[in-house]
């Protein structure tokens, strides 16, 4: 079973919380650009601290959610995940980081139709395509810039979304968050 159903409850889940979210790596990635499959989903949150036992109690049914692991990795700034019981299906939950850019990133979220691994159409928040692109670089930095699976997301997007890329918006956070040579040299690459 692909991600979508499963997904779809965890977005409605959220919505009934009214919990404010973002879906962002390979999903996001997909989405701006060059679909791929991918193992698990990744999701931005920005949940309060005394939503997080409604939240594992409301998917308790159908998920595998601890409240104390998830506030536990919230408070210390990293991913916590919850898993689909009957598909195997990890959703890894990022909280909402507090820095300026992330804040900014969050706030242009919109509202987008997906078919995750061509599962069912889902409404759902994703990034848009120039803070995919940002936090795919971060991400390729961070692992040591060698996943050639990263660096064709970040092309396939370039590619997909070049019209609608906001390159005064790309360029003025890349600096900001020291990415402005990979930047460029994406950029460059994705014209050849």
């Avoid at 879906?23 to 931005?44: E, K, M, N």
């Avoid at 598909?87 to 139709?113: C, G, I, M, N």
């Avoid at 120039?130 to 936090?135: A, F, P, Q, V």
Wanted: hydrophobic share 40%.
């Amino acid at each position: 079973m692909p991600p979508s159903k499963p997904l779809a409850r965890l977005i409605e889940v959220l919505g009934r919380l009214e919990i404010a979210y973002q879906i962002g790596g390979s999903v996001a990635s997909s989405a701006h650009g060059i679909p791929r499959t991918t193992l698990d989903v990744d999701l931005v949150v920005d949940m309060a601290p005394e939503l997080i036992d409604d939240f594992a109690s409301e998917l308790s049914r159908d998920f595998y959610a601890d409240p104390e692991l998830i506030r536990q990795s919230f408070a210390h700034g990293r991913a916590a995940n919850v898993i689909h019981l009957k598909t195997a299906w990890k959703f890894d939950l990022f909280p909402l980081q507090r820095d300026e850019y992330s804040r900014v990133a969050f706030a242009r979220r919109s509202s987008r139709e997906i078919r995750p691994d061509g599962g069912d159409a889902i409404e759902c928040a994703l990034p848009s395509a120039g803070d995919t692109i940002l936090r795919k670089l971060e991400r390729y930095r961070a692992d040591g810039e060698s996943s050639e699976r990263q660096w064709n997301d970040l092309l396939g997007i370039c590619r997909t979304a070049r019209e609608r890329l906001d390159f005064t918006y790309l360029r003025r956070w890349a600096a900001h968050l020291g990415l402005d040579d990979l930047l460029e040299r994406l950029l460059a690459e994705s014209t050849l």
